[in-house]
T-cell receptor
């Protein structure tokens, strides 16, 4: 069973569209995250969320919004997609304390 | 600042040892991490070290921590072609259980 699963794996869409990426974890972890990995493989935290607190990286445009229907899910919604949003987006989760993350396999978003 | 610095490339011959270096910024970090990313995959936690330790060994992996210099290294003994990947150093931003900040990753190439 996949511990952290993301869908879709690939997403190609036109500029200006709105899209969502789904993430689910079956590890019982308290905190979930979204990271963006650019073409140079640099990873940047976008959001971290548990049932108490949403931490937002202030550099993330407000076109991006996390939505968590329950503890096991943290979806990423993106409005008005731009070319620069093309990247691989990774979802991750972690238990309390030590914080060893489990990552999903990524969603490659291409905006054309 | 939140920068975690790593050299971007390392090339070694099969059977040799690989040493990947990292400098971090937050002296209050309780744990420091090494992650591995294979092509087309998510990040996999390789190992971690608690900040009150100088060294941790796990089979072919040895982690060294120099808190005074804020320097972390990962040594892979008897490097194999399957070790070719990108290796990321990570620390919690501002310490505690905050989102991990990743270095830019070191691409390890193993030559047969």
């Amino acid at each position: 069973d996949t511990a952290v699963s993301q869908t879709p794996k690939y997403l190609v869409t036109q500029m200006g569209n709105d899209k969502s990426i789904k993430c689910e974890q079956n590890l019982g972890h308290d905190t979930m995250y979204w990271y963006k990995q650019d073409s140079k493989k640099f990873l940047k935290i976008m959001f971290s969320y548990n049932n108490k607190e949403l931490i937002i990286n202030e550099t993330v445009p407000n076109r991006f919004s996390p939505k968590s229907p329950d503890k096991a899910h943290l979806n990423l919604h993106i409005n008005s997609l731009e070319l620069g949003d093309s990247a691989v987006y990774f979802c991750a989760s972690s238990p309390p304390a030590r914080g060893g993350y489990t990552f999903g396999s990524g969603t490659r978003l291409t905006v054309v | 600042g939140e920068d975690v610095e790593q050299s971007l490339f390392l090339s070694v011959r099969e059977g040799d040892s690989s040493v990947i270096n990292c400098t971090y910024t937050d002296s209050s970090s309780t744990y420091l991490y090494w992650y591995k990313q294979e092509p087309g995959a998510g990040l996999q936690l390789l190992t971690y070290i608690f900040s009150n330790m100088d060294m941790k060994q796990d089979q072919r992996l040895t982690v060294l921590l120099n808190k005074k210099d804020k320097h972390l290294s990962l040594r892979i003994a008897d490097t194999q072609t399957g070790d070719s990947a990108i290796y990321f150093c990570a620390e919690p931003f501002r310490g505690g259980n905050t989102p991990l900040v990743f270095g830019k990753g070191t691409r390890l190439s193993v030559i047969a």
